[in-house]
C-alpha cells in the first residue's frame, strides 16, 4: 500500500513559480511511474508531466519549457517545478503513481491558481 500526499499549491500571479511535492508513504523504489495530473473546473483530468522510475521524462505540450518533474527515491518524493505560470494553469493537482505490480495510487490533489 503506498498513500501519496501532494503539497506545495497556492495562488501565484502570472509570470510566478510554484513547486509541488509528491510525498510517498513507502518506498518509491517500487513505483515505476510517478506523474502529475491537473483538472480545470469543467474539464477532463490531464496528464501533465510523467518520470520513470529510470529517469525518463514526458511533458505535455503546454507545459514544455515551463515545468519540470524530478523524483528523489532517498526522499520518497517527486516534484514538480512550475515557472512561468499562466491563467490557464489553474487547476487541482494530482499526483499519481503506478506500482509495478500495475495498481494505481492517486493522491487528494492541491489546488493552483494563478491570477493575472
Known amino acids: 500500500q503506498v498513500r501519496l500526499v501532494e503539497s506545495g499549491g497556492g495562488l501565484v500571479q502570472a509570470g510566478g513559480s510554484l513547486r509541488l511535492s509528491c510525498a510517498a508513504s513507502?518506498?518509491?523504489?517500487?513505483?515505476?511511474?510517478m506523474d502529475w495530473y491537473r483538472q480545470a473546473p469543467g474539464n477532463q483530468r490531464e496528464l501533465v508531466a510523467q518520470?520513470?522510475?529510470?529517469?525518463?521524462?514526458y511533458y505535455a505540450d503546454s507545459v514544455k519549457g515551463r515545468f519540470t518533474i524530478s523524483r528523489v527515491n532517498a526522499k520518497n518524493t517527486a516534484y514538480l517545478q512550475m515557472n512561468s505560470l499562466k491563467p490557464e494553469d489553474t487547476a487541482v493537482y494530482y499526483c499519481?503513481?503506478?506500482?509495478?505490480?500495475?495498481?494505481?495510487?492517486w493522491g487528494q490533489g492541491t489546488q493552483v491558481t494563478v491570477s493575472l
Open positions: 518520470i520513470t522510475s529510470g529517469g525518463s521524462t
Open positions: 513507502g518506498s518509491i523504489f517500487s513505483l515505476n511511474v
Open positions: 499519481h503513481a503506478l506500482h509495478r505490480t500495475g495498481h494505481n495510487y
